[in-house]
């Protein structure tokens, strides 16, 4: 009895575990919003981005996306949010690996609130 008992707790282990790795790999699961405060557009999801992206996407290297700024940036809002999940875009930063959900929470908050210049 307790042999299948453990049995049957190791199988839903490795199966969840499963589940959830190949979820983190495929990183288009989106969690729930959630964003209880305003986020601000100079605090917050400028610093974020310049220190992850602005270093590829800066004035005349070719990439398509200069992300430099409150009105370039948010022009490009719902590309960036999609290639920061992978999401109907390829994965940035570049190479990987994607960002923590914390920041990438941040700038879908922003984007959600009307992708504020505050
Ligand atoms: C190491 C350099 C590098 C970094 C860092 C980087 N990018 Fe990129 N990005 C590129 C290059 C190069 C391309 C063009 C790739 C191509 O056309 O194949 C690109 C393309 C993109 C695209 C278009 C992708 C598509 O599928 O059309 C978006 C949107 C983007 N980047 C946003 C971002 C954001 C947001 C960040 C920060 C989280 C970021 N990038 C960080 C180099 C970088």
Redesign the pocket.
């Known amino acids: 009895m307790a042999l299948k008992a453990y049995t049957f707790i190791f199988a839903l282990t490795l199966y969840l575990s499963l589940i959830f790795s190949c979820a983190k790999d495929k990183v288009t699961v989106i969690t729930p919003l959630n964003c209880p405060d305003t986020i601000s557009f100079t605090t917050q999801v400028l610093p ?2 310049q220190s ?6 800066n004035v005349g ?5 200069i ?1 430099t700024n409150h009105s370039n940036i948010s022009a ?1 809002a719902n ?6 999940h992978a999401n ?3 994965l ?4 990987g690996p994607a ?1 923590p959900d914390s920041l990438i929470q941040k ?1 879908a908050c922003w984007l959600d609130q009307g992708k504020k210049n505050n």
């Open positions: 974020l981005i992850n992206c602005t270093g590829c996407h290297n070719g990439t398509g996306y992300l490009s590309a960036i949010l999609g290639s920061m109907g875009y390829q940035m930063p570049q190479g960002l700038v």
